[in-house]
């Protein structure tokens, strides 16, 4: 005589993702990331991995492919801070992890989002020459140079350059500006009499 009894078989997956390295960060720093994958169900997962699609995510490593019921893991990846991050102010991403049980369809979890700040700092410095230092004749020509540096962290877009007496410089080599780069700008002023008589 045969007996079959039936046992009841669950299947879940948890992922939560998790930064595990320390700020602040910045253009080029590192953030590393840690993916704690759990299997909640009843039944021994095989085939479990993590899945994220953030570019320029290293390989994530985890310490094992399958993961009996009850058990968990710890997967982990490291991301490189680009500049269209500094600009953003973050690094904004979400994981998800699957497996596969002895019967049935695959488990996936929900996306585990992470959102890590970066630090932005503004700033654009201003110096500003001219060919000559002396003028003495109505007519004569001053040729002004503008040279304006982004000192900040950020991407700076439409720049331009006011000078209280000539209006606003036209004629910039660049009109946007990554952090460290400057443009130059250029205008001229015609001395008249009012300025001889200053």
Same mark, same amino acid.
């Given at each position: 005589?045969?007996?079959?009894?039936? +046992?009841?078989?669950?299947?879940?997956?948890?992922?939560?993702?998790?930064?595990?390295?320390? *700020? &602040?960060?910045?253009?080029?720093?590192? /953030?590393?990331?840690?993916? #704690?994958?759990?299997?909640?169900?009843?039944?021994?997962? =095989?085939?479990?991995?993590?899945? !994220?699609?953030?570019?320029?995510?290293?390989? /994530?490593?985890? &310490?094992?492919?399958?993961?009996?019921? *009850? $058990?968990?893991?710890?997967?982990?990846?490291?991301?490189t801070v680009k500049q269209a991050d500094v600009n953003a102010g973050t690094v904004h991403n979400s994981a998800t992890a699957g497996g596969t049980p002895p019967t049935g369809p695959a488990v996936t979890t929900p996306p585990s989002v992470v959102d890590t700040?970066?630090?932005?700092?503004?700033?654009?410095?201003?110096?500003?020459?001219?060919?000559?230092?002396?003028?003495?004749?109505?007519?004569?020509?001053?040729?002004?140079?503008?040279?304006?540096?982004?000192?900040? =962290?950020? =991407?700076?877009?439409?720049?331009?350059?006011?000078?209280?007496?000539?209006?606003? +410089? $036209?004629? @910039?080599?660049?009109?946007? #500006?990554? &952090?460290?780069?400057?443009?130059? @700008?250029?205008?001229?002023?015609?001395?008249?009499?009012?300025?001889? !008589?200053?």
């Amino acid at each position: 005589s045969v007996v079959d009894t039936t +046992i009841t078989q669950t299947t879940g997956l948890t992922l939560v993702k998790s930064v595990t390295s320390t *700020g &602040p960060y910045a253009l080029n720093s590192v /953030i590393s990331y840690s993916f #704690l994958v759990t299997n909640t169900g009843t039944v021994d997962l =095989t085939n479990v991995s993590v899945t !994220d699609p953030l570019a320029g995510l290293s390989a /994530i490593t985890c &310490p094992a492919t399958t993961l009996a019921a *009850g $058990a968990n893991m710890t997967c982990t990846a490291t991301y490189t801070v680009k500049q269209a991050d500094v600009n953003a102010g973050t690094v904004h991403n979400s994981a998800t992890a699957g497996g596969t049980p002895p019967t049935g369809p695959a488990v996936t979890t929900p996306p585990s989002v992470v959102d890590t700040t970066i630090t932005q700092t503004t700033g654009l410095t201003l110096v500003k020459s001219a060919d000559k230092s002396t003028y003495a004749v109505v007519g004569e020509v001053i040729t002004y140079t503008y040279k304006l540096t982004n000192s900040g =962290t950020v =991407t700076v877009n439409t720049v331009s350059v006011t000078d209280d007496k000539l209006g606003t +410089i $036209a004629g @910039c080599t660049a009109a946007t #500006l990554l &952090p460290g780069a400057n443009t130059t @700008c250029t205008a001229t002023h015609t001395v008249v009499q009012l300025d001889l !008589d200053l």
